[in-house]
């Protein structure tokens, strides 16, 4: 309920300030692609109970402005809290999320990335594994959503 309202507001803010722009995303649609690693290069088995640093971008792969862009994680085998989130990484702060693992970076232009980060503390044994999933909180289609999610696992020993 409380991003249906966000999203309101961001539409009818962005749609006062860029126009025909916003017209065209939501008749378009917004192709957005999730990659993302283990900070560090780390590829292989880790000692549990140590943090380890995430990183994901998303791009807009469209011609078109997303202007309500939110990264949702999904964490198995391993703890965060909503101070170990960097929404975004590597630009101006837009939203974080303490109920709900996610970052709303906000408007992403056409060719641009947002990066987001986290932190994670592991379990002592098994697989952690991250995902980060982006979406238009907008509600604009994705024509290929099957780029939207990235999952990244670390074996803990």
Request: glycine share 8%; proline share 3%; hydrophobic share 40%.
């Amino acid at each position: 309920m409380r991003r249906t309202a966000l999203a309101a507001i961001v539409i009818a803010v962005m749609g006062k300030l860029a126009g025909a722009q916003a017209v065209s995303a939501a008749s378009t649609g917004v192709d957005l692609a999730t990659t993302g690693s283990v900070m560090a290069g780390v590829t292989s088995a880790q000692v549990g109970g140590q943090e380890l640093a995430f990183s994901f971008n998303t791009k807009n792969n469209s011609t078109t402005t997303s202007v309500s862009l939110a990264v949702t994680f999904t964490v198995t085998n391993g703890t965060l809290n909503a101070t170990d989130y960097i929404c975004p990484l590597i630009s101006n702060h837009f939203n974080i999320n303490a109920d709900t693992p996610s970052c709303e970076p906000g408007v992403i232009g056409p060719g641009k990335t947002a990066s987001t980060g986290l932190l994670v503390a592991t379990k002592n044994s098994g697989t952690l594994t991250v995902k980060a999933c982006s979406s238009n909180l907008d509600g604009l289609v994705d024509p290929v959503s099957s780029n939207n999610c990235r999952t990244l696992s670390v074996k803990i020993v």
